[in-house]
């Protein structure tokens, strides 16, 4: 039987955020995002919003107008990890 803990690292997600989150919201998604895999994907490259976004303790970030190629490389490095650690 899985525990949680090994169910909680197994997860992966892509993170699209904008931004514009109230600070309350962004520590709500910080704790709903504890323990998971996450490729964020930021809307510009302004100082302020890459700084915010790292909260979340990104595996890999990137932008809206970056290369789809290298976050397509991380997601399957992390499917396949996440998929090896429930075996």
Excluded: W
Excluded at 13 to 35: C, K, T, W
Excluded at 41 to 70: H, I, N, W
Aim: glycine share 4%; aromatic share 6%; proline share 3%.
């Amino acid at each position: 039987m899985e525990t949680q803990a090994a169910q909680i690292r197994s997860e992966c997600r892509i993170v699209f955020y904008h931004g514009q989150e109230d600070p309350d919201d962004q520590v709500n998604m910080s704790d709903a995002l504890e323990g998971i895999r996450i490729v964020l994907v930021l809307p510009d490259r302004k100082e302020a919003t890459v700084q915010t976004g790292l909260r979340l303790l990104p595996r890999l970030y990137c932008f809206m107008d970056s290369a789809v190629e290298e976050t397509a490389l991380v997601m399957n490095k992390l499917m396949r990890n996440a998929f090896n650690a429930t075996d």
